[in-house]
């Protein structure tokens, strides 16, 4: 069985090769004023649900780094803090030394050295209760302010820990914990300086004190050590962070972004060949008779 092939159908393909070929240099023109190679889902549904995919891990992995610059940020409050508060109980030790050598210590010299420890306790106290972002770093959740009242008394929870999650199932903890290193109440390394200074101007001989000083340094040491433990494993997790967003991102480019010199002269090909296509279509498709009679 023959198919006759009538100038209408012969008009018809090649309408529909020009339309399929202006449709072809379309995208390619999208591709190259965008960059991208998926303009629009229906471009390429299996890569674009892979970009979703990917771009869900860019996002999870730009607030995972977020949480590791605010973690980051705490946990160096708390170690300059802790810093500064070992400077100061190591001049404490100093002068609760000198105070407590009875023999060569006027009782005006025991004087200058209760007034000085008077003021280093309140640098102390305004340590403690120093803050990052309007939240104190040595109370955990709690929101009085403070951590230690004026009367030495500890304002936060126990087990309640400020917390950072850097990883899909990690967690870091960014406080510190001020009733461990400082005390509490009566037991707090302010009251032993508040007694140290009663010892001194009573004339009772400061030199048992230095064993409580010593304990109280190595609870702060001990907290300051954990601080920089949590650091260490805040600073690798902000190198793996990086390391992952530019793989992710390696892997977004690879599916979404289009090689400009590729798509250029793929641009320019179809270009000569839709001008090609004109030419030949127009040579093919002969004016008839019925052209001449309408």
Do not use: C
């Not at 995919?53 to 590791?68: I, L, M, T």
């Not at 004190?209 to 600073?235: C, F, P, S």
């Amino acid at each position: 069985m023959f198919t006759r092939v009538t100038n209408a159908t012969q008009a018809l393909n090649a309408q529909h090769n020009l339309q399929a070929n202006l449709q072809r240099q379309a995208q390619l023109y999208d591709q190259a004023t965008s960059r991208r190679l998926i303009t629009k889902p229906s471009d390429d549904p299996t890569a674009t649900a892979s970009a979703l995919g990917v771009r869900s891990d860019q996002s999870a992995n730009a607030q995972y780094s977020r949480n590791v610059n605010s973690g980051d940020a705490w946990l160096t409050t708390a170690d300059s803090t802790l810093t500064s508060v070992e400077s100061i109980l190591n001049r404490v030790r100093d002068l609760t030394v000198q105070g407590a050598n009875d023999g060569a210590t006027s009782p005006e010299a025991k004087e200058a050295i209760a007034t000085e420890l008077d003021g280093l306790k309140k640098s102390l106290l305004s340590l403690a209760n120093t803050s990052y972002l309007g939240r104190n770093i040595f109370a955990g959740n709690s929101n009085a302010g403070v951590a230690f009242n004026p009367d030495y008394s500890y304002t936060g929870v126990a087990g309640s820990t400020v917390e950072r999650r850097i990883g899909s199932d990690t967690t870091v903890r960014v406080d510190a914990d001020g009733a461990a290193a400082f005390g509490t109440g009566a037991t707090s390394v302010f009251a032993l300086i508040d007694n140290t200074v009663n010892d001194l101007r009573t004339g009772v001989n400061v030199g048992p004190r230095l064993a409580e000083i010593d304990d109280r340094m190595k609870a702060i040491v001990g907290e300051h050590a954990e601080i920089g433990g949590r650091q260490t494993r805040i600073d690798k997790a902000k190198d793996t962070l990086a390391v992952t967003a530019n793989s992710l991102e390696a892997q977004r480019s690879g599916i979404e972004d289009v090689d400009l010199s590729k798509v250029l002269l793929d641009l320019k090909t179809q270009d000569v060949n839709y001008q090609t296509a004109i030419a030949v279509t127009a040579r093919v498709l002969q004016p008839t008779l019925m052209d001449f009679l309408r």
